[in-house]
């Protein structure tokens, strides 16, 4: 058997037939095809912490976003939210309106591809933020340096 090897395509992102090409020009057809997916990895996240209540503005720093013209979200755990692709390096999320304390995973991905399972995402905190319920004393003279 012969082996033939050659770099993948870059940039398309799609299934693509696999040719070849002989020494005089003469065009072969092999009936395979080869698949792309554009990968993306998070390099970073702010904020990496965020309240149950939701809605937070989050920024995404990634590594592989190659087609500016996609649609992306943003995965918390299982819940979907929009992203807005920012440039060519960096995505905005909002939160999900509720969503449960404790660590989740944050994963960015094209709107179209239905499988996630290669994409590499990052733990976030979601944390209950305390409920201010009283303030004692509530007056007190500037000046007595009291302790609230």
């Not at 065009?27 to 998070?42: C, E, R, V, Y």
């Not at 720093?61 to 920012?86: H, K, N, P, R, W």
Request: aromatic share 8%; net charge negative; with cysteine.
């Amino acid at each position: 058997p012969t082996s033939i090897s050659c770099p993948s395509p870059y940039g398309i992102f799609s299934a693509v037939n696999i040719g070849l090409i002989s020494p005089d020009g003469a065009n072969f057809s092999t009936g395979f095809t080869f698949t792309t997916i554009d990968s993306l990895a998070i390099k970073s996240v702010y904020p990496d912490v965020i309240s149950t209540h939701g809605n937070a503005n989050v920024f995404i720093e990634v590594v592989g976003i190659s087609d500016m013209q996609s649609t992306y979200v943003c995965y918390f755990g299982e819940q979907v939210s929009s992203a807005v692709l920012l440039n060519a390096s960096h995505i905005q999320c909002k939160s999900p309106p509720q969503i449960n304390s404790g660590v989740i995973t944050l994963s960015v991905h094209k709107k179209e591809l239905v499988d996630r399972g290669s994409n590499r995402g990052v733990d976030v905190l979601i944390f209950e933020p305390p409920v201010l319920i009283d303030v004692s004393p509530s007056r007190f003279i500037s000046s007595s340096g009291i302790t609230i």
